[in-house]
């Protein structure tokens, strides 16, 4: 099978290199990756040529429209493809795992894998960590496995038959927050989604490059409102999202993590509960904060 792996970024170009870079470890070398960024300072230092191509493209910022712009070049060319994160690093086994999964399972259209670490909830992981607690992993002794009704973005797999026509919402913009649960949602309407611990990796949550406080705040209330209307969403997730983040926010204000900007975040929850009950809550609408 032709597996290439897609990788969105910007303003991250030393950890982009690093990560790309590490996937010259996997037992099974990707056919292919493409970076797809921004401006050329976004890459610099990117290996052009690595034990496999690596290609890059640019196209307008934000996760969607380049992971869209990865879509459209790759149209014809894969079998697999793989979304990576700019900060997640696979296991050594990870796409060779990937490729055995979709050769023996035809009915499975997507596939996400057991995040070891997740910067994502504390201050970050830093590469050499993250590839210390990859080599420290052991992998259950049984393959666990369940069906998802949509998928974790950090690392997001789809087999590429079955995503014609499908495409990522451009309407949320920036970092895209629930992005990949929209796609995969829809892709899961096609096949089988599949949580595995066959796959494993650790998810750096690098804290450059990322959407405001006041943004993001305003997203965790406007997106996922906006899926539930597109019914792209499962509503026990949308709601459990929107409810949690704003009593995490709230609660935080006064003694805030200090790589978290927990006030600028409520602002923005506060600002999208304002636009909701106007009838005017949308999206791009994080353009204007």
């Given amino acids: 099978m032709k597996l290439y792996v897609i990788v969105a970024s910007i303003g991250r170009a030393e950890l982009l290199a690093a990560t790309i870079g590490q996937l010259s470890d996997q037992t099974r070398h990707p056919d292919g990756v493409l970076v797809v960024s921004v401006s050329e300072a976004d890459v610099a230092g990117v290996a052009m040529q690595a034990d496999f191509p690596v290609e890059i493209i640019f196209a307008e910022m934000g996760l969607p429209k380049q992971r869209n712009a990865g879509l459209r070049h790759l149209a014809g060319k894969a079998d697999i493809i793989v979304f990576f994160d700019d900060d997640f690093v696979p296991c050594r086994t990870y796409l060779a795992e990937l ?7 035809p009915e499975v259209v997507g596939a996400t894998g057991r995040v070891i670490a997740d910067g994502i909830k504390t201050r970050g992981i830093s590469f050499t960590e993250a590839v ?26 789809a087999r590429a038959s079955a995503t014609k026509d499908l495409w990522f919402d451009e309407n949320l913009p920036l ?22 611990d066959r796959l494993a990796g650790v998810h750096m949550g690098a804290k450059s ?12 209330i406007a997106n996922p409102v906006y899926l539930l209307r597109k019914n792209t969403i499962p509503h026990r997730l949308a709601w459990r999202l929107m409810v949690k983040n704003v009593a ?42």
Avoid at 175 to 196: A, H, M, N, P
Avoid at 209 to 220: A, K, P, V
Avoid at 269 to 280: F, K, S, W
Wanted: aromatic share 10%.
């Fill in 99 to 105: 490729e055995a999964l979709f050769e023996s399972r």
């Fill in 132 to 157: 210390r607690l990859n080599a420290e992993d052991v992998p259950p002794a049984v393959t666990h496995e369940r069906e998802m009704p949509a998928l974790y973005g950090c690392n997001l797999s």
């Fill in 175 to 196: 970092y895209g927050w629930q992005e990949d649960v929209d796609f995969s949602y829809q892709l899961g309407k096609r096949g089988k989604l599949l949580l595995t």
């Fill in 209 to 220: 490059g990322r959407t405001s406080g006041r943004r993001l705040g305003y997203s965790q």
């Fill in 248 to 289: 995490a926010n709230a609660l935080r204000t006064l003694r805030p993590e200090p790589y978290i900007d927990r006030r600028g975040r409520l602002v923005g929850n506060l600002l999208a509960i304002r636009d909701y009950a106007r009838g005017r809550l949308h999206p791009m609408l994080v353009w204007d904060l």
